[in-house]
C-alpha cells in the first residue's frame, strides 16, 4: 500500500512540476538512462520529471527508492524548490528507516539556505533551513550531513543577528530606543558567538544613554571592553561613557 502511495504521490508531483511531458511506457533501465542523460546535459528540471517517472511507471523496482532521492536532486539544481522539497518530505514520510533519509533531511535544509534573501528582507528561509538542519543534527548526529549542518547553523545564525542589529540601527534612527534595546539583548543573549555581538554592545550603550539608564549602559560598555577590548565599537562606546556627565 505504501509502495502504491509513493508512486501516486511522485506523480502528482511530476504533473504539479510540469504536466506537458508524457512519458510513454518504457523499461525502467530506459527511463532511468534518460533521467541521467538529462543530468549530464543539465537538463536538471527534464531529469527531475524522468526520475519521477521510474517511480510512476516502476514502484516496485530496485530502481525506484534512488530515483525519489534523485528526483529531488534534479529538482534543487532547476531551483524548482518547491518540487525538491516535495519530493524530499514524500521520501522521508515513506521511508523513514531507509539509509537516504540523512540525505533527503540535509537537502531540505539546503533547499531553504539556498533561499535565504539578503539581511534587509524577510529571514523566514534562514529560520526554516535552521531548523531542518536541527532535526537532522538531532536524529543523525553522527551522520557526515550532520557536521555540515552545523557549521550552517554558525552561518544562518550570524545572519539572522545581523538582520537584528540593522533592525536595531533603524529604530536608534527613529529615536524608538527601548525597540532597539529590545532587539539588541536578543542578540547579545542568543548570539553570542555572531559577529554582530561588539556592534550590538555598542548600539546598547548608545540606547540605553539615550533614555537615562546610565548603570545599564556602564554594564554594556565593561561587557564590550572585557571581551572586545580591541574592537572600534569599543572605542566608541568608552567615548559616549566619557561624555555623560552625572
Not at 50 to 78: I, K
Not at 107 to 126: C, F, H, K, N, W
Request: glycine fraction near 4%; proline fraction near 3%; charge should be negative.
Amino acid at each position: 500500500m505504501k509502495r502504491l502511495l509513493s508512486g501516486l504521490l511522485v506523480l502528482l508531483l511530476a504533473s504539479c512540476a510540469d504536466d506537458s511531458e508524457k512519458f510513454d511506457e518504457m523499461s525502467v533501465e530506459q527511463l532511468y538512462l534518460m533521467a541521467v542523460d538529462r543530468m549530464e546535459a543539465k537538463k536538471h528540471k527534464e531529469a527531475g520529471l524522468a526520475y519521477a517517472e521510474v517511480e510512476r511507471q516502476h514502484p516496485y523496482s530496485d530502481w525506484s527508492l534512488n530515483a525519489q532521492v534523485m528526483a529531488g536532486y534534479a529538482y534543487y539544481l532547476a531551483k524548482k524548490y518547491e518540487d525538491a522539497e516535495e519530493s524530499f518530505e514524500t521520501f522521508i514520510q515513506l521511508h523513514p528507516g531507509h539509509e537516504y533519509v540523512p540525505y533527503a533531511m540535509y537537502m531540505l535544509g539546503l533547499i531553504s539556505y539556498e533561499q535565504i534573501p539578503i539581511v534587509e528582507r524577510d529571514q523566514t528561509p534562514a529560520k526554516e533551513s535552521a531548523d531542518a538542519f536541527q532535526k537532522l543534527i538531532n536524529r543523525f548526529p553522527d551522520s557526515k550531513y550532520a557536521k555540515d549542518g552545523r557549521l550552517k547553523i554558525d552561518l544562518i545564525r550570524d545572519h539572522l543577528a545581523a538582520k537584528e542589529v540593522e533592525v536595531a540601527r533603524y529604530y536608534q534612527q527613529k529615536e524608538a530606543h527601548l525597540a532597539a534595546v529590545n532587539r539588541l539583548k536578543l542578540v547579545v543573549k542568543e548570539y553570542e558567538k555572531s559577529a554582530h555581538v561588539p556592534e550590538a554592545l555598542y548600539r546598547l550603550v548608545i540606547s540605553y544613554l539615550a533614555i537615562g539608564l546610565y548603570d545599564e549602559a556602564q554594564a554594556s560598555a565593561a561587557v564590550l571592553g572585557h571581551n572586545y577590548s580591541d574592537s572600534d565599537w569599543y572605542s566608541l562606546a568608552y567615548e559616549a561613557m566619557q561624555g555623560v556627565k552625572r
